[in-house]
């Protein structure tokens, strides 16, 4: 089984930037994408960015490409998300999660084993 715990989450301004963490342990050796997802009030949780534990292929939501980077030395250890040009909008609650199947997609469906998630709030 695999813990995930994020950090990293804060009060911020419109257009500032945050970098959240996430630290995997557990077993770890047989996921294939880990992922951030977030969920704001009233809302259904919804993908951000993965990686491919793998191969190291990124997938963004539309919504933040060009804004925010997911990035990694170990994808079994820790993963990052480096969030710019922070919006309104962006306020929620951050989820890192893993998936098991091999054809992932960015999809709340496709990934579990979530942590208890890191509260980014943008405010102006």
């Known amino acids: 089984q695999v813990q995930l715990v994020e950090s990293g989450g804060g009060l911020v301004q419109p257009g500032g930037s945050l970098r959240l963490s996430c630290a995997v342990s557990g077993f770890t050796a047989d996921y294939w994408a880990i992922g951030w997802f977030r969920q704001a009030p009233g809302k259904e949780r919804e993908g951000v960015s993965c990686i491919g534990a793998r191969d190291g292929i990124t997938h963004y939501v539309d919504s933040v490409k060009g804004r925010f980077t997911i990035s990694t030395d170990n994808p079994r250890k820790m993963v990052y998300l480096q969030m710019n040009s922070l919006k309104p909008e962006d306020t929620a609650v951050y989820y890192c999660?893993?998936?098991?199947?091999?054809?992932?997609?960015?999809?709340?469906?496709?990934?579990?084993?979530w942590g208890l998630g890191t509260q980014v709030t943008v405010f102006s």
């Open positions: 999660g893993v998936s098991y199947y091999s054809d992932y997609e960015l999809n709340v469906l496709h990934f579990g084993s």
